[in-house]
């Protein structure tokens, strides 16, 4: 076990599958010597050379392009993205090829390309440094998205996507790189260092995609959450005292509904929580999924915490960021009689 | 040939919202304009709306009870020539989601506002027999066998909830299946009464009321001997073209001058801006009693009126009332009211105020009862006064100094007339 | 004297239906007039061959300069044979289709010798990305007709199970990359494999394939960029068909510089060449290939031809540009170019033409006859529909599980 952060074992997953599997190729703006903007594949390139960590152009369709083909070629690219708020310009590559390429093709061909991308706000990064586009990737038919909320789902999830054969967006809540955030930005920052998720094995195992964890049992109410939200809710419901279960989806999909339903057939009592906008959101489909499963055991309606739906914006980032107060005020709704 | 698309124009104050009261048309009929062709209920009133246009009634939109949000289609005529304004009902699909078209930007953002709150009231009116509770109530009561639709709710809006189903199978509620519940049913006989129109009007506001309102409540009782005596004078000395005197022409006309004493008292509060407005002129609401329920139409510049037009006016608001032909404005704007339930008897009521007034005069039973007067046991008319006021804005002492003033010049009437 | 006022120019197609046809725009050069550079030339050294057209076979249909590639009469004789070969079943595809058998196709009439010249000049394990007109292609590399059928039937044998447009065909085994309906896409997808296979140190390039409109798209930037920055091994080719649908080539930006240019332009070599010349683009392609294998990099290929039909079914040409275009295109007819050719050598003759004719004819309806065998787009055997919740991941997840029930629920009536 080492202490390390979620930049840390995220480098530890990708130097981790470069060594175990030569197929395995990194690949993005600035990754290569630099070691990436948030210094998350520092080193790979001076371990495992130029063909393997590749630095390349600013062109996120390229990017996201020429890893589709080096997919069919038998390699296994992890791409970043260095911001989710750039992925648009790949993204006719993600939906109409990526994801689609093992279904037109029957089967014939696949592409197991990782795009890693640092999304969410928290940092002051304006509109284009902040979004939380996850339920525009969940939208589509054919690719697996993944977001962990603490350094020890991130080495694991990065390793399990890495190597599944089938593509998987894989959102890294910046905000959350360093430290665990419990959406009050008055508060001194935290390390990993002290939490027990900052405890990463230094060699090499996975968490599966598709299994959501159980942050935290309790009995009254529901909160499903992921990403940097999961320790806003952990600090909501301390702040209320709410004997809250809070589940942490992790694998947006494929989703593991059913330890989401289980827990709020057991609560009755439902609160989503995520930092993207609300219209058309990922809660949406959630909050949807659980009614479909848990109508009659539901004593109120299930409350969904997001984001405005605006842009982020610059100056008014905590006032855009669903922190404790919608955290607690959705408890108190959805804690009713 | 065209279409003339009728919207639910504002009928007044700002109306955002009318129910359908009865049409008096139907798809197919040849109108005149000017006809009456439906009639809307609004706040209190029903109020007729005649035919815009000359022309044949392609479509009705909704039916009796249904909410209409202002702006929205309510009668597509088809006309003769080209004045028709079909491009507006394309533009404008009936739809509570579409912008109604109303002709000030004010109106128009408070009808857009208000708009999906409509729908949802429509909703609950179409299903209100449903019982109102979580679905996990829901599915305790079903597999309990609790026909839920006798489980009093004490939630908001009446929601049954979760413990209320707890105490209702802990006092001995029994599933519906059983003998004993059918039985009860039976000889129950539940008739279920729809809270639409009036009653719904009456029920909010009365909700409101109680409890936006702190109320304060004072009650003396009053020697109206004296009081009884001039209004017998009157009526036995008019002129055949004068109207019968009752109590309360004499009595609003002690009401305007107390009034002008007590500006706090005749008052109307405008929550939205936090601004209580007084009020110089006397708008005097008068309960009245009709099928429908409580209405109250209202005397506008009680205080420049004679008694005997005040005695023509109540008789004339109370049967329009009672008929529901009061006028939108005839049935607004009080900012005082008094309601008398005198002819029934009691000695006390709590009145609930008015909202927005800050307050209401109560008027109990006159009753011939002994009293002490300057030492001796004397027979006397005495009524009770029962007031309420907005404690947030009229102040107790204030309203005990109303009621005596009230009470000095009911005692010794003349001074009624007598300017200050 | 020059204008002061600033303006908007757009583009105009050189002839409407109605007008005589008129292809002076085309800059044209003589047969052997171009040299052929070594393969490992300098990009800035490819100006010439990028602005200039690069052809073989001349007027009296015979080889000429350095380019010609001395095929022997033999591998002429089978180029021949694949050229006639797809157009005779593009023929009875665009038949079929009017016949209501299948939903769609798309001709590549007059655009035969580029695939045919490319996909004979290249290595078997080079992987190629189609465009959904390179059916010669498919053709050379042995794809059963009655497989590229079965695709455009939706049919039990649909090598796409019932997923795909037809015409979208793809060959794991013959390394022909799965066609996309969206354009362009391949591009970058061509360089990427051609980036691995040098990672992984292989020698096979791969080969992409778009028109003159695609060019307009990002992706195609995208694959010149990483093509020029890594060099990668891989051929980019703009068939220059001269249209976009309706839309005329130089609304894809041809009118003020060739396809080709943007090659040098890139940083990686490009060469244009007579499209409907099949010893040129032969000769080019194997140049091409030669230099990307030798790690010179990428060369940006620019085919001059004429589409020859519709763009598709669903397209009426006879509403935007004269009739008589094709007869007129100078570059000619690449079948009847060839066969002359091979006539002028002595190695043809009118009569064995026709008998190939004849004879591919009876293979191509034999093929039919066996395709529809397996099921029409609405006579069955249909395939089983489930097959649609199928190759959405590797293995299907609870949310698609849970739907095939449903449809199948939905299927029995329950």
């Not at chain 2, 003998?179 to 719904?200: S, Y």
Request: proline share 5%.
């Amino acid at each position: 076990m080492a202490k390390m952060n979620m930049i840390q074992a995220l480098n530890s997953a990708m130097d981790i599958a470069m060594d175990r599997d030569p197929s395995v190729v990194v690949m993005g703006e600035d990754v290569g010597y630099f070691g990436g903007v948030f210094r998350c594949t520092d080193g790979l390139q001076r371990k495992y050379g130029e063909h393997r960590c590749i630095d390349t152009p600013i062109a996120e369709g390229g990017i996201i392009g020429t890893a589709i083909g080096m997919g069919v070629n038998g390699l296994r690219p992890v791409a970043e993205i260095q911001f989710a708020d750039y992925i648009y310009p790949g993204f006719d590559q993600v939906v109409s090829e990526l994801a689609r390429l093992r279904y037109r093709s029957a089967g014939d061909f696949y592409a197991p390309v990782t795009i890693r991308t640092p999304c969410g706000g928290g940092i002051r990064g304006g509109q284009t440094h902040s979004q939380s586009p996850e339920g525009i990737f969940a939208h589509v038919s054919g690719i697996q998205v993944v977001m962990p909320s603490n350094p020890y789902d991130a080495k694991g999830l990065l390793l399990a996507s890495i190597e599944s054969d089938d593509p998987v967006v894989f959102f890294e809540p910046k905000r959350i790189y360093n430290g665990p955030f419990d959406g009050d930005p008055d508060k001194p920052a935290v390390g990993w260092s002290s939490h027990p998720q900052g405890e990463v094995p230094e060699g090499y195992y996975t968490v599966p995609l598709g299994q959501a964890n159980v942050v935290r049992e309790g009995n009254d109410v529901t909160i499903v959450t992921y990403g940097t939200m999961v320790h806003v809710a952990e600090a909501a419901a301390r702040a209320a005292d709410v004997d809250a279960e809070i589940i942490d989806v992790r694998s947006l999909q494929p989703l593991d509904l059913e330890t989401l339903t289980t827990s709020v057939n057991k609560t009755g009592r439902c609160v989503i929580a995520h930092e993207a906008t609300r219209f058309s959101g990922y809660g949406a489909e959630l909050s949807a999924s659980i009614q479909e499963h848990c109508f009659y055991a539901l004593e109120a309606p299930i409350q969904r915490v997001t984001g405005w739906d605006t842009p982020y914006p610059h100056a008014f980032e905590w006032d855009y960021f669903p922190g404790q107060k919608r955290i607690i005020a959705a408890l108190e709704a959805a804690l009713e009689d | 040939m065209g279409q003339y698309v009728f919207k639910l124009p504002d009928l007044g104050e700002g109306t955002v919202e009318a129910e359908i009261g009865e049409w008096h048309v139907k798809v197919g009929d040849q109108v005149n304009e000017d006809d009456v062709i439906v009639d809307m209920m609004t706040d209190k009133a029903a109020v007729e709306i005649p035919s815009p246009v000359t022309g044949r009634i392609a479509s009705l939109h909704g039916q009796q009870g249904d909410i209409v949000a202002v702006g929205m289609n309510l009668i597509v005529f088809d006309v003769d020539g080209e004045s028709a304004n079909t491009a507006t009902s394309e533009a404008t699909p009936d739809a509570p989601q579409a912008a109604p078209t109303a002709p000030e930007p004010a109106a128009k953002t408070v009808a857009q506002t208000v708009a999906p709150e409509v729908v949802a009231n429509a909703n609950n009116t179409s299903t209100n027999a449903r019982v109102l509770t979580s679905p996990a109530v829901r599915a305790r009561a079903k597999k309990q066998g609790i026909d839920l639709s006798v489980v009093p709710g004490s939630g908001a809006r009446g929601r049954i909830l979760a413990r209320d189903l707890e105490q209702f199978i802990a006092g001995g509620g029994k599933p519906a299946s059983s003998t004993v519940a059918v039985t009860n049913l039976e000889t129950d006989e539940i008739e279920e009464h729809k809270v639409i129109g009036v009653r719904r009007v009456i029920a909010r506001k009365m909700s409101e009321a109680k409890r936006n309102i702190p109320h304060f409540t004072y009650v003396d009782e009053v020697d109206i001997t004296e009081f009884n005596a001039l209004r017998e004078h009157l009526n036995a000395t008019r002129s055949a073209d004068k109207p019968k005197l009752t109590f309360l022409p004499l009595l609003i006309a002690a009401l305007a001058k107390t009034m002008k004493a007590f500006p706090q008292c005749n008052a109307t509060y405008d929550a939205e801006r936090e601004v209580v407005l007084r009020h110089k002129a006397l708008h005097v609401g008068i309960a009245t009693q009709t099928k429908d329920g409580l209405k109250v139409p209202v005397i506008h510049q009680a205080q420049a009126r004679s008694i005997w037009a005040l005695a023509d006016d109540i008789k004339r608001l109370s049967e329009a009332a009672r008929n529901g032909k009061a006028k939108k404005q005839e049935l607004t704007g009080s900012s005082i009211t008094i309601t008398s339930l005198g002819a029934l008897g009691g000695i006390v009521t709590t009145p609930v105020i008015n909202s927005p007034e800050v307050g209401i005069i109560g008027i109990n039973k006159a009753v011939d009862r002994p009293v002490v007067k300057d030492g001796n046991i004397v027979v006397r008319t005495m009524m009770n006064v029962s007031v309420s006021f907005d404690h947030r804005f009229v102040d107790g002492y204030d309203a005990a100094a109303m009621v005596q003033y009230l009470k000095g010049l009911l005692e010794y009437p003349a001074t009624i007339f007598v300017p200050e | 004297m020059a204008s002061k006022q600033s303006r908007l120019h757009v583009p105009s197609a050189p002839a409407r239906p109605g007008d005589e046809p008129d292809f002076s725009y085309l800059k044209l050069m003589p047969a052997g007039r171009l040299g052929r550079p070594d393969s490992h030339v300098k990009v800035n050294e490819t100006h010439e061959l990028a602005s200039g057209l690069v052809r073989v076979l001349d007027d009296n249909h015979e080889a000429q300069g350095q380019w010609d590639p001395h095929l022997d009469a033999k591998e002429l004789q089978v180029a021949l044979r694949h050229m006639v070969m797809t157009r005779i079943f593009d023929d009875r595809m665009q038949r079929v289709q009017r016949q209501g058998k299948i939903s769609f196709y798309v001709k590549s009439t007059g655009e035969e010798a580029v695939s045919v010249a490319q996909a004979m000049a290249l290595q078997p394990g080079d992987m190629l990305f189609p465009s959904y007109r390179n059916q010669g292609l498919f053709i050379v590399r042995g794809s059963n007709l009655t497989d590229l059928m079965s695709q455009c039937l939706s049919n039990t044998r649909d090598m796409c199970k019932g997923r795909q447009l037809p015409v979208m065909y793809h060959s794991a085994e013959d390394k022909l990359f799965s066609i996309s309906g969206n354009l362009t896409t391949q591009y970058p997808q061509a360089v990427g494999w051609a980036m691995a296979s040098a990672i992984k140190g292989e020698q096979h390039i791969a080969a992409a394939w778009i028109g003159d409109g695609s060019t307009a798209e990002a992706d195609f930037h995208h694959a010149l960029t990483f093509a020029a920055v890594y060099q990668a091994p891989v051929l980019l080719n703009v068939v220059n068909n001269q249209y976009a649908i309706s839309t005329f080539q130089a609304f894809a930006g041809g009118e003020q510089q060739t396809f080709a240019a943007r090659g040098p332009g890139n940083g990686i070599a490009g060469v244009r060449v007579d499209g409907n010349d099949f010893l040129a683009v032969y000769a080019v392609t194997q140049w091409a290939a030669e230099r990307a294998r030798a790690g010179a990099g990428a060369t940006l290929i620019e085919h001059v031809t004429y589409r020859g039909s519709a763009h598709s079914t669903s397209d009426d040409p006879t509403r935007y540009r004269p009739k008589e275009e094709w007869a007129a295109f100078p570059l000619g007819d690449p079948i009847e170019r060839l066969k002359q050719h091979l006539i002028a050598n002595g190695d043809w003759s009118d009569a064995r033409h026709d008998a190939l004719v004849e004879e591919l004819t009876e293979h191509v309806t034999a093929c039919w006859r066996e395709a529809t065998s397996y099921g029409t787009l609405n006579e069955g055997p249909h395939l089983d529909a489930s097959l649609m919740f199928e190759d959405i991941f590797e293995k299907m997840p609870a949310n698609l599980r849970a739907q095939r029930e449903q449809w199948r629920r939905e299927k029995s009536g329950d």
